[in-house]
């Protein structure tokens, strides 16, 4: 399992660092959020509020392309004639994703910090709220990566994979904006604070069990034929 995993994860990262223009794009993006935006917005909950949906933006791109971009490209075929299993190629292209996305969104939130820090900012968040809050991110993090990769594999195209997850994705990520505005308050009490924690991990943790065990239960054929039935289905409706 994990010698396949490594595979999928080697092919994933030579594909990542193949698109030089990306890699600047992410450069920039980091400097832009987290150095030049934290100078003229002084609101941690802003900073960060740009920085969650900028990363959820790109997790949903990324996953959009994961397999609905090499059934358009004509390379799924060929990648699940190896011996790699259908539910460890979907795995491994989320958790890539997901590695890809937390070290994005951490170098940018560690740039906000210092920059908050250099410029004489207040924190506005004490260490364990900054804990909460990272676990918040994961979550987000992790669901867009599975959601997303779960509806690549069973949608045609990449413009269908990147609507799909829409809805799910920026929810929680409103979501974890709520959290990060309850925490940053300090006005909420602590039995209020804990309910919202405990909803938002309890809704995230469901939905990431759920994902996983739809991702476990999918096999090779089975990611080539939801292509196919759904294709046919549509042909029959013209």
């Known amino acids: 399992m994990m010698q396949h995993l490594g595979a999928v994860l080697s092919i994933q990262r030579r594909l990542f660092f193949k698109d030089k223009g990306m890699l600047v794009f992410y450069g920039i993006s980091m400097v832009g959020l987290g150095v030049i935006l934290p100078i003229f917005v002084r609101e941690l909950v ?7 949906f900028m990363a959820t933006t790109l997790q949903k791109q990324w996953t959009a392309e994961s397999v609905a971009g090499d059934r358009e490209n004509r390379t799924l075929e060929s990648l699940l004639s190896s011996p790699l299993p259908g539910r460890t ?11 890809c996305a937390t070290v994005y969104t951490l ?3 560690t740039c906000v910090a210092i920059t908050r820090a250099a410029t004489g900012t207040p924190a506005q968040l004490t260490p364990a709220g ?6 918040a991110v994961l979550c987000v993090l992790t669901i867009t990566a599975l959601y997303g990769v779960l509806c690549s594999a069973r949608a045609e195209t990449v413009r269908q994979a990147g609507k799909r997850p829409t809805i799910v994705c920026y929810l929680f990520s409103i979501l974890q904006v709520v959290v990060l505005t309850v925490l940053t308050m300090g006005e909420v009490p602590m ?12 809704a995230a943790g469901s939905v990431i069990a759920y994902t996983w065990i739809r991702i476990l239960r999918m096999t090779r054929p089975g990611m080539i034929e939801v292509a196919k039935q759904r294709g046919a289905a549509r042909q029959a409706g013209r």
């Open 89 to 99: 190629i979907l795995l491994g292209k989320a958790l890539f994703n997901l590695l």
């Open 46 to 52: 802003t900073q960060l509020l740009l920085v969650t």
């Open 107 to 109: 170098a940018i939130t």
């Open 191 to 202: 039995e209020a604070t804990a309910l919202i924690c405990s909803v938002f991990f309890l």
């Open 130 to 135: 900054w804990v909460v809050y990272g676990a």
